[in-house]
T-cell receptor, first 114, second 116 residues
Framework: AQSVTQLDSQVPVFEEAPVELRCNYS??????LFWYVQYPNQGLQLLLK??????LVKGINGFEAEFNKSQTSFHLRKPSVHISDTAEYFC????????????FGQGTRLTINP | DTAVSQTPKYLVTQMGNDKSIKCEQN?????MYWYKQDSKKFLKIMFS???????INETVPNRFSPKSPDKAHLNLHINSLELGDSAVYFC???????????????FGPGTRLTVL
């Protein structure tokens, strides 16, 4: 079975400051890793994903994440946030073999203050 | 053009009623999913279908019955609605299997179900 833990339920940040949203996962099998963003009253949009290769992956809207296999982490970062980044962020895993289903973390509410 | 669409967007109903939520995707995917997001924003898979066949059923009560008339549609019917069914229900779709894209799932806008 897989599980995902997002260590912070809420992260308040000032505009133009850097941010890191933390994600740790547990799995007995090899997985793919994802970050999704949910803007208020909207569906989920894929920010970025790690499949294989370089452990640093770049996504949309200036976000990037680093896969750390030894620490089973996949933290999301942005060097300078904007008011429009205010949203709920979800880390998720999906096993590489077998029936596909995303297992999500609890979400991190990112609030950008002016 | 909307990739994954759901109707209705909002659904308010009384306890005990039966209701349906419809989902359609125009991405040419062969796998579709239903997820439930509770009041604390936690997302959990309910069902997945591949080529109209059920492949995942995550111990969802029998009152929930998904139906896939074709690869592009996955509907969710709920009998005898209960207060605890209030949530946002998301439909998603993907290719399956897709070792290259890692099963990137595309989500619909969600249906907010409120049971009174």
């Amino acid at each position: 079975a897989q599980s995902v833990t997002q260590l912070d339920s809420q992260v308040p940040v000032f505009e133009e400051a850097p941010v890191e949203l933390r994600c740790n996962y547990s799995s007995s099998v090899s997985v793919y890793l994802f970050w999704y963003v949910q803007y208020p009253n909207q569906g989920l949009q894929l920010l970025l994903k790690y499949l294989s290769g370089s452990t640093l992956v770049k996504g949309i809207n200036g976000f990037e994440a680093e896969f750390n296999k030894s620490q089973t982490s996949f933290h999301l970062r942005k060097p300078s946030v904007h008011i429009s980044d205010t949203a709920e962020y979800f880390c998720a895993v999906n096993r590489r073999q077998g029936a596909q289903k995303l297992v999500f973390g609890q979400g991190t509410r990112l609030t950008i203050n002016p | 053009d909307t990739a994954v669409s759901q109707t209705p967007k909002y659904l308010v109903t009384q306890m005990g009623n039966d209701k349906s939520i419809k989902c359609e995707q125009n991405l040419g995917h062969d796998t579709m999913y239903w997820y439930k997001q509770d009041s604390k924003k936690f997302l959990k898979i309910m069902f997945s279908y591949n080529n109209k066949e059920l492949i995942i059923n995550e111990t969802v009560p029998n009152r929930f019955s998904p139906k896939s008339p074709d690869k592009a549609h996955l509907n969710l019917h709920i009998n005898s609605l209960e207060l605890g069914d209030s949530a946002v229900y998301f439909c998603a779709s993907s290719h399956f299997p897709d070792r290259i894209k890692g099963d990137e799932q595309f989500f619909g806008p969600g249906t907010r179900l409120t049971v009174l």
